[in-house]
């Protein structure tokens, strides 16, 4: 079953503003990740947040975690024409069973 | 990071045959290895967890005869789609871990299974 919702389902923006994108989850978690997929490929990681932080970057990409609303947040800044794709969040349980849960993905579209 | 590779990156096949979708993890050890579909346009729905040398884990509603799923090695994990109909049809993708960071699973990069 799916974890959680993110929003929006698609976002188009020029290239250099920024986007954002939330998502929210339903049960207690280890941690948050964030994940990217071009059309038709596989997905690549982009960054993991544990359920004790509150904020992580990495390059131009921006985290954050509300574990009291369930909710994350990932930021792209200045943003590029390459950055176009899907972007999911996926929850990892505290089970530690590694077992992630994904979120239905926000598609977004860069244009340059 | 880590390379995970899925051979074939895609298959066509006739319905009522069985598809065997390969899962390698190429630099690393893979205690556990889990299988993802993904229907056009959707999210990835989490199948199976997979566990070298043990049974797989199946996920609710996920048939265990229709999906046979085998972790002989920390290398390599093969799902089989038995007996495939069109609405089999999809992306298939495998992630292997944990990596250096206990949370971290490295994906392949998917098998598109087309059904006629």
């Known amino acids: 079953s799916q974890q959680g919702e993110e929003d929006p389902q698609a976002l188009s923006i020029q290239e250099g503003e920024n986007a954002t994108m939330n998502c929210s989850y339903k049960?207690?978690?280890?941690?948050l990740q964030w994940y990217r997929q071009n059309s038709g490929r596989g997905l690549v990681h982009l960054i993991l947040?544990?359920?004790?932080?509150r904020e992580k970057h990495s390059g131009r990409l921006r985290v954050t975690l509300d574990t009291s609303k369930k909710s994350s947040s990932l930021l792209i800044t200045a943003s590029r024409a390459a950055d176009t794709a899907s972007y999911f969040c996926?929850?990892?349980?505290?089970?530690?069973?590694?077992?992630?849960?994904f979120g239905q993905g926000t598609t977004l579209q860069v244009k340059p | 990071g880590a390379v995970v590779s899925q051979h074939p990156s895609w298959v066509i096949c006739k319905s009522g045959t069985s598809v065997k979708i390969e899962c390698r993890s190429l630099d690393f050890q893979a205690t556990t290895m889990f299988w993802y579909r993904q229907f056009p346009k959707q999210s990835l729905m989490l199948m199976a967890t997979?566990?070298?040398?043990?049974?797989?884990?199946?996920e609710q509603g996920v048939e265990k005869d229709k999906f046979l799923i085998n972790h002989a090695s920390l290398t390599l994990s093969t799902l089989t789609v038995t007996s495939a109909h069109p609405e089999d049809s999809s992306f298939y993708i495998c992630?292997?871990?944990?990596?250096?960071?206990?949370?971290?699973?490295?994906f392949g990069p998917g098998t598109r299974l087309t059904v006629l």
């Open positions: 992630s292997a871990g944990p990596g250096l960071d206990l949370h971290t699973q490295y």
């Open positions: 997979s566990n070298e040398g043990s049974k797989a884990t199946y």
């Open positions: 947040i544990r359920s004790n932080e």
């Open positions: 049960t207690s978690i280890n941690n």
């Open positions: 996926a929850t990892e349980g505290s089970g530690n069973t590694g077992k992630l849960i």
